[in-house]
């Protein structure tokens, strides 16, 4: 049995995010109906190649809405085809809006999760009032003047290893919710701002907390260094709003 990696782009707009989640998606030979996920489109298709259960593992889970430009995956398949060939008959079957852009045979016990070392995540800001009509999938906008300097400042705040617990939606509390953060980049190019998030790993619905959060600081709604009593309480209540998903995508997956 071989283990493959793939590198893959997809649109998130009209996926329900990565995940696999109804009876179907679990049972790729039972033909029936399914939900329409990323991970469940994968796992039908490499089982109709391989004519046996194929299973994906994702590097981590994408919300629905969410875009990737670089999501990590592996699978094991039992064939005699090279990656490149493999690769070819698999974009030849996915829908036009995701795709596998590199792929290569890896170890037998490598797996995209637990071997990932971090995440670049992107999220794009429109900040003005004109209708932007064929960018509205891919950003969020909002007309009310931004202070970039002022969201510099807190995110600086945020950088480094702290307990994200106040930045993210889930209520499981048996997991560790500490993080650490490497970097967070703030550009603005003409009307639109963009943010880049790099660290370890990131909690559910983390980076759009974050967002909802450094926008209301560049909004003048809060202070920079209001971020810091957050990350004390522990209260997601303390955040910041969840922004929309069509802003984000997952740039690279490291190892």
Not at 67 to 80: K, R, W
Not at 183 to 189: A, P, Y
Request: hydrophobic share 35%; aromatic share 8%.
């Amino acid at each position: 049995m071989r283990n493959f990696k793939i590198v893959l782009q997809y649109e998130g707009t009209r996926y329900k995010g990565w995940q696999k989640q109804g009876k179907a998606d679990a049972d790729p030979l039972s033909g029936a109906a399914s939900e329409n996920t990323i991970q469940g489109k994968l796992e039908r298709l490499l089982t109709r190649i391989a004519g046996k259960p194929v299973e994906v593992q994702g590097s981590g889970r994408t919300d629905a809405g969410v875009h990737a430009y670089g999501q990590a995956a592996n699978f094991h398949m039992d064939t005699e085809e090279t990656p490149q060939s493999l690769m070819d008959q698999i974009n030849s079957y996915l829908p036009e809006d995701i795709g596998v852009i590199a792929i290569e045979e890896v170890p037998e016990r490598f797996h995209s999760r637990l071997h990932a070392k971090g995440k670049t995540y992107r999220y794009r800001v429109l900040n003005t009032a004109v209708p932007h009509i064929f960018d509205r999938r891919y950003v969020f906008q909002t007309a009310e003047k931004l202070d970039v300097e002022a969201m510099r400042k807190a995110a600086a705040l945020l950088t480094g290893t702290h307990d994200f617990k106040a930045f993210t939606s889930s209520k499981k509390g048996k997991k560790s919710t500490v993080r650490t953060i490497e970097s967070i980049q703030i550009d603005r190019v003409s009307e639109e701002i963009i943010f880049l998030f790099t660290g370890d790993g990131f909690l559910y619905h983390m980076v759009r907390i974050l967002m909802g959060t450094l926008l209301e600081v560049g909004a003048g709604n809060r202070k920079p260094e209001e971020v810091t009593a957050i990350l004390e309480s522990g209260s997601r209540e303390c955040a910041g709003p969840l922004l929309p998903a069509c802003g984000l995508a997952l740039m690279e997956v490291r190892y």
